[in-house]
């Protein structure tokens, strides 16, 4: 996949051709820019991915209706309140929110899709949603990406955006996308809030194909904390501005395309990472020599969710006992009498047992703003990246006193 | 099962007849009594369970061999050391424990059960771990049990212990028991260390059955970090020196002796909560109207094991969403339109929706050293209860440094 070209850019949602975007202030919770608004201005394939959990928020519910014919042009999202268990009133509201945005954009209500991400069980203060609404209308700009991924956070630190550039045929294209995700945020469905635009031309079946490979390896592989939320999307909009010929097949363009989505997707995936609610670093856990890429997966995730190994992260202890103990529970078959650990560059155990090192060490490869441990199981060839953070004093504080 | 009585009492292992214990100084890892061990003066009935996590320690590998026939005498556990992935070292050093406590007590080594408790990945310090055994050994007393019970902790800040007293066929029998366990707690395996003893007879493998289904509703619905260890074991030993006709059969007195192991098991597994590592409280989350048992303990637990809802209950905070969020991705299934919740006695969410409620009172329902959660999910008859603790600024403390 390495030899496929993508040059990194700038703009996030805005980067492609075609798309406009807007953070509004609509103050729902805080003043602060709050509805986020992004707009194609032609009709757009579009794809999703949306939480596995089975308590729902409305806003989720209502885009899964309106992206099922595979074609959206607006995605209104706003912050500060999740629209979710608040009882049949969460449908109207969001659907409000669409019909709002609709109106004011001229299109049918079934091309807007909505996201809300913010406190659960408290119902939407629709007027102050609404106004926020027709002031992103007013403002959508095509230099609006930025605006649009800072009104997106609640308890993020920074705006996460990404965009790259591809060669499709000759013709250039570009994919860009904005994410907000901190605390409630664990793997096996879109672990967030992700919207990327693209103008290429796609088919949306290839394109949500694409989107799920590249949500499997990328936001599939993230927690922060092991809460599975009830509002999380990953969408894309490939609105074909480019001019490319469009893709239907699984041909080179294709494949150039996917690995250039899963890269925007590993981008926001790490970023979302390394601002996990009270991190002070990313944590990056390498499994190698696995039997199945499930088992791979399986160990990754086990070790970057650990409470214990994160909390020794934190404290830059490279206590590796705690690395094997999750890689035992995770559910992956291995014998434990093969495995090789990492941190950083520094072997500290071979054969399921520890090898002397030095603790001074091991503790500098703790102290940067990244963490990486590998584990070689020696049980085949499967491998997987797993990407979390560390558990800290600020996470409980930051949580401790979320709602009030 | 209520109206079938025990009797609380005191003594911890000790409590059953026929039974010497005591914890010795070894100073394996801090100048502290280290050693347990227990001693029943006859034959006794044994069984057993093991953690899940397939990396097991060497001493949970040699218990499960020498626990096969059913039969055994003594149980000798070290804190400060897992004795867990040192290699093949680890179970010479397993087997050197029980050959040094059989030798001692004149006994075949294979019925003495052996545990250890403590910081992964280091060998065992022998020299003194076997002169720990040798002191325990002199030290045998049949009021050792709080000294036994106190010799196995670890990060524990309090000695757990139980012991009830039941009639069998007008035959006063004891059980009692002791428990280790603060961190790297998790549901589904013996979630910790904990020894039992009676002095009741039984066949060794009712008394098998009994222990199973004692810890599923007790020890496997308890959690602390979601870690699941790599050295658990629950262990009882059925001595039958109170003089019972031998339970042979599920009889009344089967079901009498089941109830109050069951008990026992209880009363620990609640002291190893609201011990979590760092607690402020313990947390009992309550399941009702679930579809099967199955799903009420997915839902208990989910909820009990939550970062954001252990975080919310360190800050008084009755952020109810995050009950349902985690409820919903349990993998539970229920209509999430018909949920009900409680903190406390105050209902704060009706029909999968907020009500209206007294923040502050339900602050005070937090603010206790015990907060109850309770779900109704109106979908049926089954229940379960699971049990866990805050997350906290401590937490984070003590496992940021564990090893060092």
């Given amino acids: 996949m390495s030899q496929i070209a993508y040059v990194e850019t700038t703009g996030g949602v805005t980067a492609p051709r075609g798309f406009t975007a807007a953070g509004a202030v609509a103050a729902i919770k805080y003043e602060r820019k709050d509805v986020a608004l992004a707009y194609s201005d032609r009709e757009a394939s579009a794809a999703g991915v949306f939480t596995t959990n089975i ?4 806003p989720v519910l209502l885009t899964m ?26 449908l109207d509201d969001a659907r409000a ?12 209500a079934e091309q ?10 408290q119902p939407m203060p629709m007027d102050r949603v609404l106004s926020g609404v027709q002031r992103a209308v007013a403002e959508l700009s095509s230099e609006g990406g930025h605006d649009a991924a800072t009104a997106i956070m609640t308890t993020d630190t920074v705006a996460k955006e990404a965009a790259v550039t591809v060669e499709l045929g000759g013709v250039k294209a570009t994919i860009g996308g904005m994410a907000k995700g901190s605390g409630m945020i664990h793997p096996n469905m879109a672990t967030m809030l992700c919207f ?11 394109l949500h194909q694409a989107l799920n490979v590249a949500v499997e390896n990328t936001f599939n592989m993230v927690t922060v904390d092991g809460d599975t939320s009830t509002n999380d999307m990953v969408l894309v909009l490939a609105n074909g501005a480019s001019g490319n010929r469009k893709i239907s097949d699984e041909d080179l363009d294709y494949v150039t395309f996917a690995t250039a989505l899963e890269a925007v997707c590993l ?13 002070t670093r990313l944590l990056e856990v390498r499994v190698q020599g696995a039997a ?18 994160k909390a020794a992260v934190f404290g830059k202890d490279a206590n590796w006992g705690r690395i094997i103990c999750a890689a035992g529970y995770s559910g992956a078959s291995f014998n434990p009498d093969t495995v090789d650990i990492y ?17 001074e060490r091991a503790t500098e490869m703790l102290s940067g703003n990244q963490a990486v441990f590998t584990i070689d199981l020696h049980n085949g060839d499967s491998c997987a990246i797993a990407w979390g953070c560390d558990l800290t004093y600020d996470y409980v504080s930051i949580n401790g006193s979320y709602r009030t």
Avoid: W, Y
């Fill in 97 to 108: 929110m669409a019909n709002e945005a609709a109106k004011l954009l001229g299109l049918p």
């Fill in 65 to 90: 209706e309106h992206i099922k014919d595979g074609i959206a042009r607006a995605v209104v999202v706003n912050s500060g309140n999740a629209n979710a268990c608040v009882g049949p009133r969460g």
């Fill in 112 to 121: 807007v899709l909505v996201a809300s991400t913010g406190v659960i069980g």
């Fill in 267 to 279: 981008k926001l995936t790490m970023a979302v990472a390394a601002d996990g609610e009270g991190a």
């Fill in 55 to 58: 308590v729902k928020a409305a």
């Fill in 196 to 206: 990327i635009t693209t103008d290429v031309a796609i088919d949306s079946r290839l």
């Fill in 292 to 309: 199945t890429q499930h088992d791979a997966r399986l160990v990754a995730r086990a070790v970057a969710s650990s409470n214990l190994v």
């Fill in 343 to 359: 941190v950083g560059d520094i072997q500290v155990a071979k054969n399921g047992g520890g090898l002397p090192f030095s603790e």
